[in-house]
T-cell receptor, first 114, second 110 residues
Framework: QQQVKQSPQSLIVQKGGISIINCAYE??????FPWYQQFPGKGPALLIA?????SEKKEGRFTISFNKSAKQFSLHIMDSQPGDSATYFC?????????????FGEGTQLTVNP | NAGVTQTPKFRVLKTGQSMTLLCAQD?????MYWYRQDPGMGLRLIHY???????AKGEVPDGYNVSRLKKQNFLLGLESAAPSQTSVYFC?????????FGPGTRLTVT
């Protein structure tokens, strides 16, 4: 049962363009929505995260947009660079009695062409 | 700080063999997690721990066991490896929501 759906599966953009990756979730109890970046042969690393009480969070070229009513959130990468080429995962988390768990989307492989 | 380390980095097993993957963290985090990553399926939670001496099942626990005897270590065991367990395994630790991942272990079961 996939509770977080991510699209597209792969994305190719030109250097300087905007990369947009979308995620949708089902469980309204989720209260933390991070994005992870993973380079080949490495573990995922936290990129940016948002809580449902705000609609947008920006850190440098990376922005999360959050739509609570639609149960959707997205990652925007402005002025995309070849060094941004990686796999991106959205995730959602909630605190349970047995701790905090992340549910990940399927991942998006981003390629930024020079 | 080394962060999260995993041992070994690569391993090849024959069907039916057993092995243990070791995860260590030096950040004094309470929570630790084991995931497997397969193409097109993201990261799926196998087992996790909310503190020393505690463990809980995740999304795909069958065929795996775990132990957290010390706060800094989280062990993942495969008692009888199967080809379906061929995957990349990641360990993570967390103080609460934010998770820090290790470099991964690539396991092949033939």
């Amino acid at each position: 049962q996939q509770q977080v759906k991510q699209s597209p599966q792969s994305l190719i953009v030109q250097k300087g363009g905007i990369s947009i990756i979308n995620c949708a979730y089902e469980n309204t109890a989720f209260d933390y929505f991070p994005w992870y970046q993973q380079f080949p042969g490495k573990g995922p690393a936290l990129l940016i995260a948002i809580r449902p009480d705000v609609s947008e969070k920006k850190e440098g070229r990376f922005t999360i947009s959050f739509n609570k009513s639609a149960k959707q959130f997205s990652l925007h990468i402005m002025d995309s660079q070849p060094g941004d080429s990686a796999t991106y995962f959205c995730a959602a988390s909630m605190v349970e009695t047995s701790g905090s768990r992340l549910t990940f989307g399927e991942g998006t492989q981003l390629t930024v062409n020079p | 700080n080394a962060g999260v380390t995993q041992t070994p980095k690569f391993r090849v097993l024959k069907t039916g063999q057993s092995m243990t993957l070791l995860c260590a963290q030096d950040m004094n985090h309470e929570y630790m997690y084991w995931y497997r990553q397969d193409p097109g399926m993201g990261l799926r939670l196998i087992h996790y721990s909310v503190g020393e001496g505690t463990t809980a099942k995740g999304e795909v626990p069958d065929g795996y066991n775990v132990s957290r005897l010390k706060k800094q270590n989280f062990l993942l065991g495969l008692e009888s490896a199967a080809p379906s367990q061929t995957s990349v395994y990641f360990c993570a630790s967390s103080p609460y929501h934010e998770q820090y991942f290790g470099p991964g272990t690539r396991l092949t079961v033939t």
